[in-house]
């Protein structure tokens, strides 16, 4: 991998977090699936088209991409964490996806093919950069000068009542933690809308859209839930301070505030998501 600039997020990704999106990778995928189709709707791909995907991890977008351009265009995915992307490379390979490459590279520093892409697109992989305006610097001159940047980032905890919920009957049951810095490379850190926009024109980017959208979460039932929300998104960190029999008494708190909420379908809460859109200068 080239040198990154993020050198805590490739720590991170690359340890218990990647790991957990590995082994979850089935339950995310299924969770994430209206996330999925919102945010590919945005994108509007066409056959032949070539694309990136920022982040794209396990590869569930990526691959959604690469079947929606066929055989004629072509996707790369780039990602910092070694085993999400591993996953991604052995999927493509049992799929038999020809036109689908990875890179493990950071977006900050890697060095994209000038003017290639028609589409950078990214479900939740753009949030974790330490210099945001120099990767998306660096991401923008991967775009064709017709290229379109579509992504999907969280706005606040407090707008996604799926990780609000756990959070809140977590918290009576674990050590308090300290304020976090809400600019801070990390899932909520595009949350303010000047921030983002300000980050997206200082980086080159023009006719910026930040839609704000609801998406309902539709995992199957309360243990895909529970599987989920113990590994993925804010909860872990939470629970990382616990004591033993303090992360026994969150769980069993999040398990019925997530019950009370979630219908026998899965369904019944949602995440609060920026649907962004831009075009090159
Ligand atoms: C929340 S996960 C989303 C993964 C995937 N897009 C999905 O929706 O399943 C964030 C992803 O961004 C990747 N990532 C974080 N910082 C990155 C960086 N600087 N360059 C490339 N990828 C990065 C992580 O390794 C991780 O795979």
Partial sequence: MTPSPNLRGVDFWNSTMGHAWVSQQAIISDVFASVTRVSLDAAALKTGERAIDIGCGTGDTLFEIA?????????????????MLDLARHRAAEAKLTNTSCALADATSYAFEPRWADL?????????????????????SSMKPSGRLVFVCFR?????????????????????QPPADPTAPGMFSFAREDRLRGILSESGFRDIVLQATDVPIHGKDIDQSMAFITQAGPLPALLDKASGE?????????????????????NGLHVGLWLVSAATS
């Fill in 156 to 176: 606040s905890m407090q707008e996604s009542p799926w990780f609000r919920v756990p959070i809140e009957a977590a918290r009576p049951h674990v050590p308090p």
């Fill in 120 to 140: 950078v697109y990214s479900r939740f992989g753009v949030m974790f950069f330490e210099d945001p305006i120099k990767a998306f610097t660096n991401i923008r």
């Fill in 67 to 83: 079947k929606t351009v066929g055989p004629s265009g072509a996707v790369l995915g780039v990602d910092v964490s070694v085993p």
């Fill in 246 to 266: 303090q992360r026994a008494r969150a769980i069993e708190a999040v398990r019925s505030a997530l019950a009370e909420k979630i219908g026998a379908d899965g």
